[in-house]
């Protein structure tokens, strides 16, 4: 228990008299999980993007392995008001006001059961949260339970943008269900109108409060009072957004020589078939990206990624952080002889194979550490192709397609194939390309026996 | 040569008439180097800490390896106006215009010449900026040498802020040598208010220009239009700078058994001689620290650094980036089998420390990459005492005492010392306090034989 910042031993702990005090293990990221209690509170009109920067942030902290959830007020007032018109939007409106307010009361005690019960770090509440009295409302409650709050506010006067957003709503919202998209469409337009009625944007007199302010996505961005250290990895987050249409290419090195012995890590040349894929990546990549268009290619620092980039013509950046997986005592080996030689390990990392970590190597959570700024950088970017290493793209992967911790280390990820990930506003799209070339698999199933093919 | 976003290959590299196309290697952020030239832009009034942001800026830029330098406008004016009065600053003093605007002039041309020899990707122009036109005028000048612009202003309206910055100018100020210091302090008082006639922040108007406004040193600050990687990763180290008084303490772990036997690398647990220093660091973190102050505790992940600090009644937090260099095939060797196993190795390690990386292990530039986080964090953060390791632990010295990359490899940092860091407005105090506990010493010369003593 941390009382001001020290901690009072656990006197049941002290093995010897002494003071022994636990030391609490960090994420990496430095966060104290059984201090922090942050609800990120959502801010705008509709139509401006709130929905999927919440769902973004989810994502980028479940890849973290930070607990966090979202407290969607509209899916508590559709209990209630399943297909509301633009009527019940409009403050004059008390019924249609009770109703939203009993949504978000609703919303709000969720979040604070979530948080009492140890469920998670992070809550987002997903709603407008227009109004100051609204925004002072959701800060008391917060306060009240040991909360700290973010206020996120999306701004965006850009019509494209909002209009490209009405477009989304008007054919994927629950509210629409079954409903002409043209008529939707316009009653959408009318709800934003009733809610730009009411609509206060975050200013002066909310500035004891903790906030983000995001002006079109990204291009002006107003931060205040921020706290601690998770709330600044958001903020760094949310800067580095942006909604430019774009894609990312992944591709693993063409089949390397270690890859034909059966041998992981290593710093080996590509083989014969693997020269054949870096002379195919080109009208691959031609075929996938079209002519014309801007593309950056990232590899790694190591050989056989470097050499199956090299007939691309495109400007290149080498990355360490996209290294393979460093996989210790065993570099070198194959799995056959980490089976004999390490046959603890070998059954320990196919038990947890997230968190096993080799002897002096890595595990697969090492490993999402460091590609951490590789990930803000994507964010930051536009059209990337990255040829990198099996471990490496499992989670690069795992980040844009939400896929869970368990699952991510066994994916399959052929050789000779390019994967496109296209983002959208709540999934990302994916192709994939492959090169005719055979190769060796270096897949080995979960339990599995070690033996190469 | 990069042209639109495609490299042209050099003909004279094609080594078997393919396409052979030029990787360029990152230096770990993603640093783009032929392409960067970045003028940072101090505004603001006199006191508002703007030189002292800049060389924070410039000294995090040479740990990470990024080239910067500081052009001072008020050092260019005082070759021609060495002791000038608040009249000299007064906008209606046309003679006084005309001096200021030529070491403005004086300085920005020396600027471009820096960019122009590649020097550097980043230069801090250190003046007040203070007026649209002449930002502007600053702005025209770097566009028409290609150069980025980012535009830093630092708004400060806390008196107790700028008082302690006006004591810091009458005290040290080279405008001020040699006089009294009340007149100094009056009228440095009234060069001020000179500016604040004529000064305009950057608002609306200029939200063309990429900007960073810092409200009251992190309290609040707006961002506009980053355009690139580099200028975004200093915005959020700008983001998490604060000003309130406070040290950090570094320690090495107690002597280790790895120590007394001369073997590096490895996760031994601390001798009898390290379980004394254990013992005695909390009298000396008290000597050192006072009652009743607020630390937390940072230690590795590895035994010697929890045993060391275990004893520290304070909240502690383990950090994997704060683990030992990785010695990689070396680990666990001494440095009499490292030289003989891998004398190659070993001469080329003496020959650029900073950069050798050892078999399969990191270089001191790597472990500098990993810190980077922490550097961060311990900025954000108020008393920190670190217990870590000799490598480590110079890398972060390095940071704080701006030490040079090729010396700080070499910094002798013994066993069994608690070193205090106090950062001040220019610089860093330093205060180094030995436990009273023998240890061997870990230290090895520059191209001295490898024998343990």
Request: charged letters at 30%; glycine letters at 6%; hydrophobic letters at 35%.
């Amino acid at each position: 228990m941390a009382v001001n910042g020290v901690y009072k031993p656990d006197m049941n702990r002290v093995p010897t008299g002494e003071f022994f005090l636990p030391s609490r293990r960090t994420n990496g990221f430095g966060v104290q999980a059984e201090d922090t209690k942050i609800c990120v509170i959502m801010v705008g009109l509709p139509a401006r993007g709130k929905s999927l920067i919440a769902q973004k942030v989810v994502r980028y902290l479940h890849w973290l392995s930070i607990k966090a959830k979202i407290f969607n007020v509209g899916q508590y007032r559709r209990t209630a008001t399943p297909n509301p018109t633009a009527e019940f939007f409009d403050t004059s409106n008390s019924e249609g006001e009770k109703l939203r307010m009993a949504a978000a009361e609703a919303a709000v005690s969720d979040m604070c059961r979530y948080f009492a019960n140890g469920e998670g770090l992070i809550a987002i509440l997903d709603a407008t949260n227009s109004t100051k009295a609204r925004r002072r409302w959701v800060q008391e409650r917060c306060r009240s339970e040991g909360i700290e709050t973010l206020y996120v506010e999306s701004k965006c006067d850009e019509e494209s943008t909002i209009m490209s957003n009405i477009l989304e709503v008007k054919t994927t919202s629950p509210d629409y269900v079954g409903q002409d998209p043209e008529v939707a469409a316009q009653d959408f337009r009318n709800r934003i109108r009733n809610y730009e009625k009411v609509y206060q944007t975050i200013d002066e007199d909310e500035s004891d409060m903790t906030y983000v302010k995001l002006i079109d996505v990204g291009q002006r961005v107003i931060i205040n009072q921020i706290q601690d250290y998770l709330q600044s990895r958001v903020v760094y987050y949310l800067m580095n957004l942006h909604i430019r249409p774009r894609s990312i290419w992944l591709s693993r090195h063409g089949e390397s020589k270690y890859n034909l012995e059966g041998k992981i890590g290593g710093d080996a040349d590509i083989s014969d078939r693997g020269e054949l894929y870096a002379k195919a990546l080109p009208g691959l990549v031609k075929k996938s990206v079209g002519d014309n268009r801007k593309l950056t290619v990232w590899t790694s620092t190591l050989k056989r990624t470097i050499q199956t980039a090299r007939f691309l013509e495109f400007e290149k950046l080498e990355w360490k952080a996209l290294d393979e997986l460093d996989s210790g005592v065993c570099d070198g080996l194959t799995y056959a002889e980490i089976e004999e030689r390490y046959p603890d390990d070998f059954k320990q990392r196919d038990e947890d194979k997230y968190n096993y970590r080799y002897l002096g190597g890595e595990s697969y959570r090492d490993v999402v550490i460091r590609l951490e700024p590789i990930i803000m950088e994507l964010e930051r970017s536009e059209n990337i192709l990255i040829v990198t290493h099996q471990a490496i793209l499992r989670c690069i992967y795992a980040y844009f397609m939400n896929v869970p911790q368990e699952r991510s280390p066994w994916m399959e990820v052929p050789l000779h194939t390019l994967i496109k990930l296209t983002p959208k506003a709540y999934s990302t799209q994916e192709e994939r390309l492959k090169a005719d070339i055979p190769a060796v698999s270096t897949f080995r199933e979960k339990g599995s026996s070690a033996k190469h093919q």
